[in-house]
């Protein structure tokens, strides 16, 4: 069951007033229209339109509070949220990359991810960096909650920036440095062509040596 109170970021006893003004907030933020029709901000605009839909109608409002107590008391787990894992495709990138993350929780039946939303407790999901912070810097939060225990852990990932000149010069070295593979033979192989000379020089100084003597 969707908590619709979580999505737009009030508490279950929020007013009708704190309803609206927590909508006509997210709205603008999520709408398709202000970001290039992308699929996570309608997902997340849907959400909303929702929550909003549900929680300004007095009698849907109360039918959902209802249920969405019945289910908080029959959450099974009573042990604290947990981390297994989360992680990033790449930690470095540049202004339009795409990147993966990658997450698996135990014991949180609420998951949260910024920027995403809220999302299942395992999974992955591809965002494409738009922006950098002052310091080059784009960070990714998850927010795993167990509501039973009203316990939450927090883990973040930090993707820094990679200008066009950092990325140009790493190519301009790899260009000016080729492989030593290139430039010099193996070691062994130079010990090996040795080895072959020393042997030919020792038979035909033998093969002299026989000859003046017989």
């Not at 066009?164 to 030593?180: A, I, R, V, W």
């Not at 010099?184 to 003597?213: C, D, G, Y």
Request: glycine share 4%.
């Amino acid at each position: 069951m969707k908590d619709y109170y979580y999505f737009l970021g009030i508490p279950q006893n929020a007013s009708a007033e704190d309803i609206k003004k927590a909508y006509r907030k997210l709205s603008l933020k999520y709408h398709p229209d202000k970001n290039e029709n992308d699929e996570f901000f309608s997902d997340r605009f849907r959400e909303i339109q929702e929550a909003y839909e549900t929680l300004t109608d007095t009698g849907r409002r109360r039918l959902y509070d209802q249920n969405l107590s019945s289910q908080q008391r029959n959450v099974k787990s009573i042990l604290p949220p947990k981390i297994k894992s989360f992680s990033a495709s790449k930690i470095r990138a540049k202004v339009g990359e795409e990147i993966t993350v990658y997450w698996n929780t135990y014991d949180a039946d609420l998951v949260k991810i910024v920027p995403f939303g809220l999302e299942k407790p395992n999974g992955e999901r591809t965002i494409r960096i738009k922006e950098f912070d002052s310091q080059g810097k784009f960070q990714i939060l998850l927010h795993a909650t167990n509501t039973v225990l009203h316990k939450t852990i927090v883990q973040g990932i930090t993707i820094t920036e990679l200008a066009d000149s950092e990325s140009n010069s790493e190519e301009k070295e790899s260009l000016n440095n080729p492989s030593e593979s290139f430039q010099k033979p193996p070691k062994k192989e130079n010990q090996s062509k040795r080895l072959v000379s020393v042997l030919i020089f020792l038979a035909l100084a033998a093969m002299i040596i026989w000859l003046m003597f017989s």
